[in-house]
């Protein structure tokens, strides 16, 4: 399910993987993921990355907006025109801070999923050490 306006941003990058009912990723069996702690560690790495770029985005997104505010005439089409674009630029901004917690919650799932992962494998080594 494709929820806000982060969910269709990411939808109309990568279409409909992200929201395949039944889909298996990473070599998992039917509506399991499965993946080795280094796939793992690689995929919050992409994914930290990728909020780096949101995260420097909305910085210049803030800036444009702090500069962008003076309409180029008196005349009300410039005043017009100034309020569109400002209107434009907070829409943007709005996306961009959707963006933003979107890639934050998935990386904290992620990190949540790891650390379940360690436990699990530490508890099942111990398991064979007894």
Not at 3 to 11: D, K, Y
Not at 48 to 75: C, F, R, Y
């Amino acid at each position: 399910m494709i929820i806000g306006e982060a969910g269709q941003a990411a939808q109309a990058l990568w279409g409909d993987v992200l929201d395949t009912p039944g889909r298996v990723y990473g070599g998992g069996k039917g509506g399991q993921f499965k993946m080795d702690p280094a796939e793992l560690n690689a995929v919050i790495g992409q994914w930290e990355d990728v909020l780096d770029k949101i995260t420097d985005d909305g910085t210049k997104i803030q800036h444009l907006l702090m500069v962008s505010g003076a309409a180029p005439g008196k005349d009300p089409v410039s005043g017009s025109y100034a309020s569109t674009s400002s209107d434009s630029i907070v829409a943007l901004l709005n996306q961009n801070t959707s963006m933003r917690q979107y890639a934050q919650d998935y990386i904290k799932k992620l990190k949540e999923a790891q650390s379940k992962t360690v436990v699990t494998d530490q508890d099942l080594s111990d398991t064979f050490k007894a």
